[in-house]
């Protein structure tokens, strides 16, 4: 069994400051972990991945997630945010092989503001 | 190269009748994937595709079919629709079902049922 838990439904941020956005998972095996980006109207957009090689990982558009296994999380961010980040965040997990298994957390909707 | 793409993009319908979701894509992908998103709960899976000529139930299929018509296209069906189907319905699709293949994602349809 896995799932996902995304902290915080809405997170407002000026243009400029940090982005942090926080994901805590939980699976019974070694999971890989995903952030997406849906920008309005539109579909899903893979930022980043992580599966089991480097803890830190860096993804598109200046965003990056570190995987603590410790803490079972994988928290995105930022270190700048820009207007054009404006966007609904979703973590996903998979704690098996297959993208059938993929489950999403409930997202976070980022708002950045002048 | 249009990615994946749906049709079409609203649709209302009321209760009892039935519809025929469209997906298609041109990046040669042998995975498809059809989701539903809920405010608040993330997108679910309701079907995939691993390959062509094969299908399979996802997280929440009650209600629903598919079919794969071929290699590029994905098509789900609404038999006898409900007001609890009422949702943003999406289309993915990747190049292998292997979760560490990105997902690609269609642009969304918007069904209403009323």
């Known amino acids: 069994a896995q799932s996902v838990t995304q902290l915080g439904s809405h997170v407002s941020v000026s243009e400029g400051a940090l982005v942090l956005l926080r994901c805590n998972y939980s699976s019974s095996v070694p999971p890989y972990l995903f952030w997406y980006v849906q920008y309005p109207n539109q579909g899903l957009q893979l930022l980043l991945k992580?599966?089991?090689?480097?803890?830190l990982v860096k993804g598109i558009n200046g965003f990056e997630a570190e995987f603590k296994k410790s803490e079972t999380s994988f928290h995105l961010t930022k270190p700048s945010a820009h207007m054009s980040d404006a966007a609904e965040y979703f973590c996903?997990?998979?704690?098996?092989?297959?993208?059938?298994?993929?489950?999403f957390g409930t997202g976070t909707r980022l708002q950045v503001t002048l | 190269n249009a990615g994946v793409t749906q049709t079409p993009k609203f649709q209302v319908l009321k209760t009892g009748q039935s519809m025929t979701l469209q997906c298609a894509q041109d990046?040669?992908?042998?995975?498809m994937y059809w989701y539903r998103q809920d405010p608040g709960m993330g997108l679910r899976l309701i079907y995939y595709?691993?390959?062509?000529?094969?299908?399979d139930k996802g997280e929440v299929p009650n209600g629903y079919n598919v079919s794969r018509l071929n290699k590029r296209e994905f098509s789900l069906r609404l038999e006898s629709a409900a007001p609890s189907q009422t949702s943003v319905y999406f289309c993915a699709s990747s190049e292998d079902l292997a979760v560490l293949y990105e997902q690609y994602f269609g642009p969304g349809t918007r069904l209403t049922v009323t």
């Open positions: 990046m040669n992908h042998n995975s």
């Open positions: 595709s691993a390959s062509e000529g094969t299908t």
């Open positions: 992580y599966t089991s090689a480097a803890t």
């Open positions: 996903a997990v998979s704690g098996g092989g297959t993208a059938s298994k993929l489950t």
